[in-house]
């Protein structure tokens, strides 16, 4: 019987707590942040703002990692405790009464907010969204009670300081200062955004005047222009689609290093991962325009905006993926935006295919499903109601719900008012339907010219060679960037020497999408490849010279000085992908700079360290796996790496460690590792037994 009162009271208990939004409404939460670096902590002064919408006994915060608070109500002691996750403040508590809550507290989170050694410099970012901003902030999870967050954040001097809001003041305090930050709108808690960190910025304004601040580190002052290309037409054009200004007073993007994703769109502080922070030659492989789109569309559809639970994630997600698309559509052409509609449509189509679709509304579906598939849907309403009833649903749905939270049916409420259609059968083809819509979405593509002629290439594909050859060879008389690579990548099962006329023609397109199918076809360089192959080498593009690199030295073993020669001292991405690759072929070529082997050794093997960003530590563990030269540093480097804050990271680290068990001489040097961290040692300790 006590059993069954206890597992009743946690359930009411849950209950209640799960119904707070409508006995509480939380206001406004104000904020002095300090963090710790050393310590990894954060103390925080705060005042709550709150107004009873029921009588209640208690109210409560979502608190988590807490290891010291104290908290007075209207100015007096109230009785406080924590429990599972929560901060539950004790009393009789009003309806229709309005109350200030002051707290204090410490907080050592195990996620949410990360402190990042960046190369030598200390820096702080956070992520809300699947993490919980109540891990480090006291706040209220639950994205239905919108909050206005001000928060005050203490820095060196030295340090930049980007948070939500308009920065009000940078207040000297003795040798720190505290920067002042205040929003005068609501958003949920998992857009508050904090990052500290050494950074410059560039400024534009949008033509409807609107402050735009692009960060950077100071080491990449000759990339900014190239890794925010675009940023201002992006942010002018959507605007003028949405139909709606922009709906706050400043917008910052800000990268980070060892991101979790590719980018957050918190309100006004978009953070992104620095490895999209690129060069002239790494834009055509890896740039922002498509992240900085769709994270931008998120301040309307998403911040403005937002979902009342993960059945309408679509709202979210789907818009702003369409819209990214929209913007890229603006500045790439049709052609790149038939291009992607298509890509996402075969997608689509093979997980239909397979029985694994998705419904839209269903709140376990798949990031494609929410991404892609809500863009389709988007774009097949957006055809079948026109551009006029389209744009004015969208306005007066946002305008109708701003600063609110919404449904799949507010959405569709406005779009059938603007269209004077009830669209039965748009919402169950596409909200309510698992399997993908691919025969609409063919008669959509099929308005691409690009399509149709790239659907009739790829029809070439199980053509035999002898009977295809004029055409490949035709379509690179003057290739797109889509075709041109398809042919190549057709005289993969074809013998070079069979295929000359048609290779000869594609290195002189000059098209780089082409030149680099050739870079990842063609591994064996035949002799009378090589002058053309070479230039390869000098190409725009990081991708093709890492693979021109490696294929070349593998060729031809006479002439690796030369390649070695001519690539050494260029990085390549962020993730010095060029460099590691060099370095990686130097120590494998015995005769090569003999006198400085150690030296690239010893460089390749710093790469491990936790200075380094995870792309290029991964890079540096995956070379020195394939070289099995691994020494005791990288060792332990490798299993820290296991506990890494970014998963893809981490898991690829423990693959790693894994097969290096597997061979008794490694299983034996990783014996004899003594690690700092008992959680390490321990993780070790229990690979090994």
């Known amino acids: 019987m006590k059993l069954i009162i206890t597992v009743f009271f946690a359930f009411l208990t849950s209950v209640i707590y799960s119904q707070q939004t409508e006995t509480v409404d939380f206001e406004r939460i104000y904020a ?42 209207n100015g007096k002691l109230i009785s406080t405790h924590t429990d599972d996750g929560r901060m539950i403040f004790t009393r009789s508590f009003i309806k229709g009464e309005t109350y200030s809550l002051i707290l204090n507290y410490t907080a050592k989170p195990d996620k949410a907010l990360y402190f990042v050694n960046n190369g030598g ?26 909050i206005e967050f001000d928060l005050s954040i203490i820095a060196y001097p030295g340090q930049e300081v980007v948070s939500n809001g308009v920065l009000v003041e940078k207040e000297e305090k003795g040798d720190k200062f505290i920067w002042h930050y205040e929003m005068t709108e609501p958003m949920s808690s998992y857009l508050v955004a904090v990052v500290l960190g050494d950074y410059k910025k560039i400024k534009y304004v949008s033509d409807s005047g609107i402050p735009m601040e692009l960060y950077y580190y100071p080491s990449d002052s000759l990339k900014v222009l190239t890794t925010y290309k675009y940023s201002k037409e992006i942010f002018n054009y ?48 890896r740039n922002y325009v498509s992240v900085n789109a769709h994270e931008l569309a998120h301040q309307w559809f998403g911040d403005y905006v937002t979902e009342t639970s993960g059945t309408h994630h679509w709202l979210q997600e789907g818009f702003a993926t369409y819209y990214a698309l929209l913007a890229e559509r603006k500045v790439f052409g049709d052609d790149y935006f038939y291009w992607k509609l298509y890509q996402s449509a075969e997608e689509l189509k093979t997980l239909s295919d397979k029985g694994k679709g998705e419904r839209l509304l269903d709140p376990k579906a798949s990031s494609l499903t929410f991404y892609q598939k809500g863009a389709w849907a988007l774009h097949i309403l957006h055809e079948k109601i026109g551009d006029e009833a389209f744009k004015a649903g969208i306005k007066s749905y946002l305008n109708t719900h701003k600063f609110k939270n919404v449904t799949t049916e507010d959405f569709l409420k406005e779009m059938r008012i603007a269209s004077g259609e009830d669209l039965i059968d748009f919402e169950k083809d596409w909200l309510q339907q698992t399997a993908f819509q691919d025969k609409a979405a063919l008669e959509v593509l099929k308005k691409s010219p690009l399509i149709q002629k790239y659907m009739r290439v790829v029809a070439m594909r199980n053509v035999p060679f002898s009977k295809k050859q004029n055409k490949l060879l035709d379509l690179l008389a003057l290739p797109d960037e889509y075709t041109g690579q398809e042919a190549i990548y057709q005289l993969s099962d074809v013998s070079p020497g069979a295929a000359s006329r048609i290779y000869e023609r594609a290195f002189y397109t000059n098209n780089p999408w082409v030149r680099q199918a050739i870079a990842l076809t063609v591994q064996k360089v035949p ?35 030369k390649y070695l020669n001519q690539m050494k001292g260029i990085q390549g991405f962020s ?18 700079e003999e006198a400085f082997i150690r030296d690239h050794f010893f460089r390749l093997t710093r790469f491990t360290g936790s200075r380094y960003s995870y792309a290029i530590r ?18 332990e ?38 690690l ?14």
């Open 238 to 285: 959507l605007e003028e689609e949405i139909g709606v200004k922009f709906p706050w007073p400043v917008y910052r993007q800000v990268p980070v290093k060892d991101f979790l994703y590719a980018g957050m769109e918190n309100t006004m502080a978009t953070i992104f991962s620095d490895q999209f922070v690129v060069d002239r030659n790494g834009f055509i492989d």
């Open 527 to 561: 002799a009378e490849m090589k002058t053309n192959y070479e230039r390869l080498l000098n190409d725009d593009s990081y991708v093709t010279r890492e693979q021109a690199l490696l294929n070349l030295w593998t060729s031809f073993p006479s002439d690796r000085h």
């Open 121 to 146: 410099f200390q820096q702080i970012w956070t992520q809300g969204q699947g993490k919980y901003t109540s891990n480090w902030l006291p706040s209220i999870d639950d994205m239905n009670d919108k």
């Open 32 to 73: 002095l942040l300090d963090f710790d670096f050393a310590n990894g902590t954060v103390t925080g002064d705060m005042e709550i703002k709150f107004t009873m919408l029921e009588d209640a006994d208690f109210v409560y915060l979502n608190a988590k990692n807490i290891t010291k608070y104290a908290s007075t109500l």
């Open 575 to 592: 993730d010095y992908n060029i460099e590691i690759t060099w370095l990686a072929l130097a120590i494998s070529t015995l005769d090569y």
């Open 618 to 635: 991964q890079n540096a563990f995956q070379k020195l796996y394939q070289l099995q030269l691994f020494e005791p540093k990288s060792l």
């Open 676 to 689: 700092k961290e008992d959680k390490q040692q321990k993780y070790l300790d229990e690979k090994l037994t």
């Open 637 to 674: 480097n490798l299993i820290d790496g296991c506990f890494h804050i970014n998963w893809r990271f981490s898991e690829s680290c423990r693959g790693i460690l894994d097969m290096l068990i597997k061979d008794p001489e490694w299983k034996k040097e990783l014996k004899k590792l003594k």
